[in-house]
């Protein structure tokens, strides 16, 4: 949000359930004279788990000034962000389970239990199996963000914008887990060929995992825009680049010092690989709204993708250790381009009331550049899956189609005075999907390095949003959205051994069926709201062999406005109470998919809790 015109103060303080506190200040300097007005903000949040003694917190500023007058409008932006969020590993579900935990809280800082929970020999409990537990995990990170931007108004009709940006990333992603679990055995005998590892790793049967990465990206954004008789015209372009880089390393966790998430390791043991990406990319658009008639707009678009990333690792992992068997992860050059991307779309306004709207779009993905892990070129095990991707591969691309209306009554209707509803259908065709494809059924092992990564085919999707907002009297709103969405895949794929028949299956992980309520009662300074959300069956597989149950979670927002103490001091002050999950329902918040059959993952969901925020303005 812009700087206002007044100079304010604002405060919000929240507390709440798991010893949350969250605490929001803002300072308004108010028009300073010719147009130029700022705001200085600060956020500090802590809240603890609510299955583990972990506490996720941080630290944000943000500052805006602009500069406003005929000629046109300055911004800067700088923000600075510092957050440690502790979190656990999903849940592994196979076939016919019996047992699966619904959480996997990591152990921190109870260290004795951490350390009584391992074997003479650093081994997890046979029956926990792959849903072991770690000591600690957590994603630190750090980032700064700037921009300045200019929007010149050349005349009336006619402003050309341009933003210069910045953002720097410096984070990591820590895991203290047993040296015994996830393949990590044959890792470590890389590096410490028949030696002791307990020993090596500090003595305790844990390792500190560490995935350390960097970003530095600098971009320009300019557009220019024209109206000119019926035509409303942009032309515009984003130039980016980024420069990127992941480490993986190991450090001792010492049976008398384990460390902590909220403090960086130092001295790794080994550092398992090092990537560097360098991304250029180029997006260029021309689009244009042509007012036909009065009551008929044609929407008319076109826009080119152009990325060019080069990848290299100045660390390159020890033979034995990456999968597959290779000796070295992938270096070179990939370019992804489509000049030609159109879009076109007509609205036509019937009466005031109503209006259908028809859209066409192709859009497409460009390839992850990621050194060493996720579906990206530079995560194969080897150069030659590298140079045949690159000859052979195709980037993701889809075609949209969509129409639909929206529009509003006045009703008469006893207490019902008023709808605004909208119903919107669309099909999307797929092309080219990108998969890691798995030589084995299961993935238990975070060695790195995918054995394939290849276009499968393509997707089908089809679906239907209804929305509606149902106003009773000037007091009582009720809203109610619905989704249907049916993603079918529309070919196998082979994984060098087997074909998995994945050719009509639904894609896992999308529910098909969606729905939002919100019933709100207003009455002068009160208001209540209660908030449904239901999330349909989802599948957990490619085969559609493993499913997760669909779930209704209810939450409930009180606010009373307590007004003013004077127009000095304190003022809008208002109380809001809100209690998420009301029901206590249980279930996947989240499901992990990676595999074509017979294993899934979960995270679950959060059980009730309360939150209570105090804010208030004041000059």
Known sequence: ADPLNSRQFEVQQTIGSNRTTRTYLRADTGDWGNGTRAYVSALHHDAKAWDFEGHQKGNQFNTKLIHLNDQGKLTFFFNYNDKVEPNEDATVHVANETSAPYTRPFMYPDWSRALNYLSATGATPAADGNNYLNYFSAAQRTDWLSYLKYEWNLNES?????????????????VAGPITAAGLPALFYVYFPNQNLKQIFGNSGYATRTTEYQI??????SNLKKDWGTHHTEAGLWLEYNDSSAYRRWYATDVNNPGSPYVSPQNPLITQYGSQINNHVVQLYLQDEWRLQDNLTLQTGVKSSLQNASGHFPVQPAAGAISGGSLALPVGEISTKRWFLPQIGLLWDLNKRDQLFANIQKNMRQFVTYGAGGASPWSLASQSAFDLFKSSASPETSVTYEAGWRGKRDLDLGMLKRFDGQINVYHVEFHDRILQISPTPTISAIVGGNPVLANVGGVKTDGIDLAGTFYFGKNFTLYNGLSYNRSLYKDDYSTGKTTVATSGKVVPGTPEWMNKLVATYSSGNTEIQVIGDYMGKRYATYTNDMAVGGNTQWSLGLTQKLGNVSADLLKNMKLRLNVQ???????????????????YNTYPLAPRAYYLTFSANFN
Not at 216 to 221: N, Q, S, T
Not at 581 to 589: F, Q, R, V, Y
């Open 158 to 174: 006619t402003t050309f914008s341009n933003q210069v940006y910045f953002h720097k990333d410096d984070g990591r992603g820590i």
């Open 216 to 221: 530095h990206r600098y971009g320009w954004l």
């Open 581 to 599: 999950n009301l029901t206590n329902t249980t279930g996947a918040s989240t499901v992990v998919v990676g595999a074509a059959s017979g294993t």
